[in-house]
């Protein structure tokens, strides 16, 4: 794959994908900003009204990659996609917490199904062998729209005006709009057939599964190291220059984009995949042990330190996102991609609400022998991926399924 896929399935999803990613660039950006100095609401407000929306996505995550499956993925998401533009927009009237809540709830359930439903229009237009290298190059392109679209927000933080900050806002709607009429182009993906016996939502029913998710979700904490713990070390507990919290994010972004399909080589299968777990864990294990002790040298060891961490971390994350693609592709029954994309997502949602609180408190905190904790946690968790994965292909649930598509 080069760097515009031949035509096809493959291209319209990076097209699409690229003008929704540098949207969410531009709110991952200005967010913040947009809620409380064109809002009007605090920073607790904040925080209240973006957890209750992950809590709301969390929870629905499943049952929305359930509809995905029941009434065809490609039209799921193009529906998801038009909501979450008019929920977008909508966010430009909110003068209020009540008012985020409900905006924030209504686009947190789009967000659920939207992600259900890509997982399964990926699994339902790309052959198997090609899903999780699919899976790696849209995951380059999202890191290019969202550099883009943090540039644009700059522009809008720049300007910090009310005006400026709804224009940012309404900007992430239209990319919504446009995504969904790019997505048109695919071929509709007939829904499959519900079981005959049986949970519906089998994904929550498939213990091995959720153990794995459980797994993965606690290791994708590792994200969290980049952009909350290390910034806060650096700043405070290293001889590095401030400018290197970006240099290091730069060379992130960097190496996704130019290595993350080349990284997925190999993780077609579920054996392959749970490997490149058990390496994601021992790398980002050794890039902790670099980060722990940068903290106590001169400036330019420091510097050396954390560049070395860094990389040591990013081929840590691009092992680990193949690997997550791999085994969630590979263990999902072809009747129920959706509610297993789904419930694969909740586990990355789970360790993003508990990131905060755990890489900050030990890495932070504890400064060196809580950054050796981390590493520790960091391979002992890719090192349970394989048995866990194993333990999950012995116990695949195969259903009884209808011939009839079932409404």
Do not use: K
């Amino acid at each position: 794959m080069g760097i515009l896929p031949a035509p096809g399935p493959t291209r319209v999803l990076a097209v699409a994908t690229l003008i929704n990613t540098v949207g969410r660039g531009i709110w991952l950006t200005a967010s913040a900003l947009f809620l409380t100095r064109a809002v009007g609401l605090t920073v607790t407000e904040v925080g209240i009204g973006l957890t209750v929306t992950a809590l709301v996505s969390l929870v629905a995550s499943s049952p929305m990659g359930y509809l995905a499956d029941r009434y065809g993925p490609r039209g799921i998401q193009i529906a998801a996609t038009l909501a979450a533009a008019g929920f977008t927009a909508a966010l430009v009237t909110v003068r209020s917490l009540p008012a985020f809540l409900l905006v924030g709830a209504a686009s947190a359930l789009a967000d659920a199904a939207n992600r259900g439903a890509r997982g399964a229009l990926i699994a339902g237009v790309v052959p198997v062998a090609d899903r999780v290298r699919t899976r790696a190059y849209l995951r380059s392109v999202t890191n290019v729209g969202i550099s883009v679209g943090a540039v644009v927000a700059g522009l809008g933080i720049a300007a910090d005006t009310r005006q400026a900050y709804v224009a940012l806002v309404l900007a992430d709607a239209t990319t919504f709009l446009l995504a969904a009429l790019v997505l048109t182009r695919l071929a509709p993906v007939p829904p499959v057939p519900a079981p005959t016996s049986g949970p519906r939502l089998l994904a929550l029913r498939d213990r091995p599964f959720l153990v794995f998710t459980l797994l993965d979700g606690l290791m994708s904490m590792h994200f969290s190291l980049l952009n909350i713990a290390l910034p806060l070390w650096i700043a405070g507990h290293t001889a590095a220059p401030r400018w290197l919290i970006s240099a290091l994010m730069l060379v992130n972004t960097a190496m996704v984009v130019m290595f993350q399909v080349r990284a997925s080589r190999g993780t077609e299968s579920i054996t392959g995949a749970a490997a490149a777990s058990r390496r994601a864990g021992v790398a980002i294990a050794a890039a902790c042990a670099l980060f722990a002790v940068s903290g106590s040298v001169p400036t330019a060891v420091a510097i050396a330190l954390l560049f070395a961490g860094a990389l040591a971390h990013v081929v840590g994350e691009l092992w680990h996102s193949a690997a997550g693609w791999g085994i969630s592709f590979g263990l999902a029954p072809e009747h129920a991609h959706g509610q297993y994309q789904g419930t694969y997502a909740m586990g990355m949602q789970v360790g993003s609400m508990l990131a905060p609180v755990v890489v900050t408190t030990l890495a932070v905190g504890w400064g060196l022998p809580g950054w050796l904790v981390l590493g520790v946690l960091f391979a002992t968790l890719g090192a349970l991926v394989p048995p866990v994965s194993r333990w999950a292909e012995r116990h695949r649930p195969v259903p009884t399924v209808e011939v009839a598509a079932a409404r």
